[in-house]
């Protein structure tokens, strides 16, 4: 769906994005991670044809761009930073403006009042589309960027922290619709800074750093059994005697401990006649992935993590 | 692209404004030459005013004579001035292009959008002026125009014919011949379109500068600093060798067609110099415009 090669970007003497080579494979919900800074945005405006890269090679939808954005980004929906709308008309209007332009603007018109309401629907901003957009809170415009890259039915999501301005029911819903839109075929790529959302909505996530993509992989081979299996036991003590050198760390009554099973250990540490709180096999976290190939974040003068 | 333009122009509540209050310049200054009955004296104040008192039906020309030399120029700055730089700092450029909208095309989309709203205004201006004219200074009286721009040197400006036109009522041209209210009517649409076209070297400039600064004050003062710098120095003798160049040396031409033949020789220079500046700042907008990195 997105493939780069070696995509730079320079501006003077700063690299703002190295050599990134990007795969997003259709039917993704892919998050590209990195901190403020990173080369994020740069990197979709990019995909976008709204900055030319340097050098390097970007194919969106299986077409180059910018060369041939004209039919690639009719496909395309995108929330690019903030969202922006004329503030002196309603969110219909808008929508109906933006519908209206660019490549078959007059052909989609006998269709538009449905695609806008239906937008607005996805959105939950159905019942305010009438409102000007300057009465509209941060969340309200964000829903309604969110609107304006849905309103053509794009195969293709291109979404610059969408979670931002939203509140946890925003967030939530964001999710959701994301997830729905996934399932009926549309591949979705965002940026973010936020882990946690990344982490319960992707299914593969890229990590830029410095400009570099220092990781992409999917979600699920990052957070596979790590081999360890992590314990909480109130007669920690006597798990540690029992299991003398498969021990790796203890933290109170909380153990880490190497074995590939945990449903056997479980059942070896009853019989011996230990409590067992809770027993599961042991994952990196996202954060913890992410932050074992970041270096400080680039916006951080301080260098503190 | 361009019908979405033009309703976002429509939309815009700073049409209306700017238009309402282009227009009431000539109302107010209207009232106050109907309630006084003070004239300037021929040859002086701005072009055609002196001659109002005589037939309110030259109101018009002298409407657009009053707005000319800065309400226009000002309008027209804000509005191209705003075209483009307006939409990256609202955020909505970005938008745009990526729907997509080629920018070669927005570009021409905003001309138009530009060219129309001018065209709107030198329209509202007349027709209202018209209105004023008639209700509040009184129909055509004969020998009207020909007081009115004494001062303008042309070939063939004739005596005054002082009330003995043919047909009484008539109104003369700036050559002292009659015109009928059609011949009027003719005239003031080729005033309406010259002014128009003299708009367009500013609305290029604005446009160009539109490009360039994501700050749209910054590219509707430039260009006015631009046509100061014309007006200043069209005035100056020693600027002689460069002021056919200048974006405001044919502005006042268009009162060319109020004479008899009209005089087409400075009306086609200045359609001429328009084209120019048209030319190389679009150019100029476009070459920028195409190849920039839009991080706004």
Known sequence: MITTRAVTKRYGAVEAVRAVDLDVREGDRYGLLGPNGSGKTTLVRMLLGLVYATSGEIEVMGRRMPAHAREVLQHVGALIEEPAAYPHLSARANLALFDAAGPHGLAGRRSRSRRIDEALEQVGLAGVGRRPVKAYSLGMRQRLGLAAALIRRPQLLVLDEPGNGLDPRGIADLRQLLIGLNDDGVTVFLSSHLLAEVEQLCTRVGVLDSGRLVL????????APTGRVLLDSPDADRVCAMLDGQVERRDGQRLLIRSTDPARLNARLV????????????????EEVVLSVTGAGSDQVDGRR | MIRVE?????????TWVSLVLTCALPFVVAVFIAVTHLAPPPGQGSAFLSAVLASGALYPAAALALVLPVFLPVATAVVAGDSIAGEAAAGTLRYLLVRPVGRTRLLVAKLISVTSYVLLVVIAVTVTAYATGVLLLGPSRAGAVAHAVAGTPAPGVGAPTAGVAPGAGAITSLSGTPLSLLQLAERTVGAIAFITVSMLGVAAIALFLSTVTSSALGATLGALAALVASEILVTLNAATAVQPYLPTRYWLAWIDFFRDPIFWRNIDRGFGIQAVYVVVFLGAAWANFTTKDVTA
Do not use: C, E, M
């Not at chain 1, 992409?216 to 957070?223: K, S, Y």
């Not at chain 1, 019989?271 to 996202?286: C, E, F, Q, Y």
């Not at chain 2, 033009?6 to 700073?14: D, E, H, S």
């Open chain 1, 216 to 223: 992409q992989q999917d979600l699920a081979a990052l957070r």
């Open chain 1, 271 to 286: 019989g011996a006649g230990l409590r067992v709180r809770s027993i599961g096999p042991h994952r990196r976290t996202l």
């Open chain 2, 6 to 14: 033009l309703v976002k122009l429509v939309r815009r509540p700073r």
